[in-house]
């Protein structure tokens, strides 16, 4: 199981730590750079700037909640019980990114390439992943129900014990994901929608409503 759980997924390539960073002198601004640092304990609730990258990284108890990043970058980042609630990281670039006990409540991840990346207890729900690419991701052991994927395209992502109930897969490209090890209860989407993922029979029963299957005794 525990090899199931890290297929296909790149972690973050921390190579170096420079700096310990417990808050910021100024605002972050657009097109600002930050590398090879760790943040500890920071608030950056409510920051706005576009086109940040982070690149070698490590946040730990770093409050995000309501920031405004489109476009941002996170490339080799790590980040250990966070708080991304209602942050705004559409149009961003995700590459070998780890979140571990993280809070993503209401996130906006639209548009977004999040490819080798982990989530592992972290709590999604309301999170907005539409028109995104996500290749070689794992969600593990968490809950993002109520999720928008809508129109988003899926390639080698794994699901382990995740709470997906009430997930829109309106015109998402899921053919082959195995859905089998969580709970997808109140599916949204169409037949088209469900073309080719992997489900239990139980799953398959829940799903008879989509596929106008009346079941009688």
């Known amino acids: 199981m525990e090899e199931r759980k890290v297929k296909n997924v790149l972690l973050p390539k921390i190579t170096a730590i420079n ?5 910021l002198e100024k605002n972050i601004d657009d ?8 943040m500890l304990n920071c608030d950056l609730s409510n920051e706005s ?24 970058e996170l490339i080799d980042v790590k980040f250990e019980n966070c708080d991304l609630s209602n942050s705004n990281l559409n149009n961003g670039i995700l590459h070998r990114v780890e979140m571990i006990n993280c809070k993503l409540i209401g996130i906006d991840l639209t548009d977004t390439n ?9 709590n999604g729900d309301y999170s907005n ?18 999720v928008i ?10 699901f382990e014990n ?6 829109d897969i309106s015109k ?25 993922i992997v489900v239990t029979p139980m799953q398959a029963l829940s799903l008879s409503r989509i596929l106008g299957i009346v079941i009688k005794e």
């Open 31 to 38: 097109e600002d750079y930050f590398n090879n640092v760790m």
């Open 129 to 146: 992943i539409s028109f995104s690419t996500l290749k070689n991701v794992n969600f593990i052991d968490s809950s993002f129900n109520n």
């Open 149 to 158: 994927f809508e129109n988003s395209k899926f390639n080698k992502v794994n």
């Open 172 to 196: 998402a490209m899921v053919k082959g994901i195995d859905f089998r090890n969580s709970d997808i209860e109140g599916l949204i989407g169409d037949v088209r929608d469900l073309y080719g």
């Open 49 to 72: 700037a576009s086109h940040v990258e982070f690149s070698e990284v490590i946040f730990k108890n770093v409050d995000f909640r309501n920031v405004k990043f489109p476009h941002i």
């Open 162 to 167: 995740v709470s997906m109930r009430q997930i």
């Open 114 to 122: 999040i490819q080798n990346v982990t989530l592992n207890q972290c």
């Open 19 to 23: 700096e310990e960073i417990y808050s």
